[in-house]
């Protein structure tokens, strides 16, 4: 029911925060794991693993920049 509010969640946002967005509003997070990234031809660009992967980096970074291991 929050869905029609992702819009406006995730501008500004990168990629990789995409998939926590999502799984803030929607508990069905398996289907967030499916998403894809695609650019205005439908010429696939980024998987699941990817945006992951992008989050999995991002938390290091600001967990090391907090001086957090």
Known sequence: MNFPTFRETVIGETVSDATIIMAAIDPCYCCTERMIV??????????????????????????????IK
């Open 38 to 67: 695609v650019d205005g031809s439908d010429k696939e660009l980024m998987k699941a693993h990817d945006m992951i992967r992008l989050s999995q980096e991002k938390t290091m970074r600001i967990k090391e920049k907090m001086g």
